[in-house]
């Protein structure tokens, strides 16, 4: 049974319908479902929807090693193969659209899904599609992480889906995490090189339909506040709710590392599925990622692939 095929037949239907089954089940002291059945229907899971990487470092593998952390169920739909290593990535294999709606029509049928995590989306039609089913499956919360281009400079998203995503995807995102590249090209700016510039990103971001804003600054050249600074190595991220922007820092560590926007992301989206609020699970994210990321902790490296650090 497609939960989609009619509009009332959203995901939060489906949870709540879940939820009155097992109090019925209970009360009236039916055998016909096993205890692992109602164990499952009684879990809250989150979901990431992208992209797989074969080494480990970035997308789906890295995601659900982080919700695994958080002691979380991770369930994983794929938008997209990638032929990469340590390096760079080489070569994208996008999965037919329909193929992800299929896969994720397929867990909705069965999981309660607290919280969805988007990641590399690949195509134009991979966005669109999801844009429509998030139409019907009202998923609760949404954390959308805009990756458009690799690191090692190879395009994650085509110019087609940049659009699509910010005028029919963005309107669903509980919070999108941009980097300053991203944050630049979703609020039309040339240039995201500053704290003043994080925020005026942030405001144009908000005006695209996202609650919550999170433009990330470790890329930042200087930060000109000596509150932020110690010894000019601090990572600042601002999050914006469209009345306030609350600033997080943390130290910085000078490497490109290799998935730390799908880290950050997810762990965000773990927080969320755990009942945090936005701001305290983006302050739990940043502690949990600085942690893995940084040579100098004693979780260095857990659930990473250390080879990539
Ligand atoms: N590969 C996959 C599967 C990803 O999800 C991502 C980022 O989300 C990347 C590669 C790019 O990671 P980075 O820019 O850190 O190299």
Redesign the pocket.
């Known amino acids: 049974m497609g939960v989609f095929k009619s509009a009332d037949k959203s995901a939060d239907y489906n949870c709540l319908a879940s939820e009155v089954v097992c109090c019925a089940v209970f009360s009236m002291g039916f055998s016909v479902f096993s205890l692992a059945h109602l164990r499952l229907l009684m879990k809250k899971f989150v979901l990431t929807i992208?992209?797989?990487?074969p080494s480990g470092?970035?997308?789906?593998?890295?995601d659900l090693k982080t919700f695994e952390d958080f002691g979380l169920n991770g369930l994983s739909v794929i938008t997209?193969l990638?032929a990469?290593n340590q390096k760079r990535?080489k070569d994208v294999f996008p999965v037919p659209a329909r193929f992800v709606v299929k896969q994720i029509e397929t867990l909705v049928d069965e999981y309660c899904i607290e919280v969805v995590k988007l990641?590399?989306l690949a195509t134009g039609d991979i966005v669109l599609a999801l844009a429509r089913l998030f139409k019907k499956a009202k998923f609760k919360k949404i954390v959308i992480?805009p990756?458009f281009?690799?690191?090692?400079g190879y395009p994650?998203l085509d110019k087609k889906g940049i659009i699509l995503l910010k005028d029919q995807l963005l309107p669903f995102a509980t919070i999108v995490t941009p980097n300053l590249d991203e944050a630049a090209i979703l609020s039309s700016m040339k240039n995201v090189s500053s704290l003043e510039e994080m925020k005026e990103a942030a405001i144009k971001i908000k005006k695209l339909g996202p609650k919550f804003v999170l433009v990330k600054g470790g890329h930042l050249k200087t930060v000109n506040s000596e509150q932020l600074t110690v010894n000019g190595k601090k990572a600042v991220d601002i999050l914006y709710d469209g009345k306030r922007f609350k600033t997080f820092s943390a130290p910085r560590i000078n490497k490109?590392?290799?998935?730390?926007?799908?880290i950050l992301s997810s762990a965000i989206a773990a927080g969320m599925a755990k009942g945090m609020n936005v701001e305290n699970a983006v302050r739990e994210a940043k502690v949990y990622t600085t942690r893995i990321i940084n040579p100098h902790t004693k979780d260095f490296g857990v659930g990473v692939n250390r080879e990539t650090i």
């Open positions: 992208a992209g797989a990487d470092g970035a997308g789906i593998q890295r997209a990638t990469q990535v990641g590399i992480d990756v281009v690799s690191s090692s994650l490109d590392i290799h998935g730390t926007g799908c």
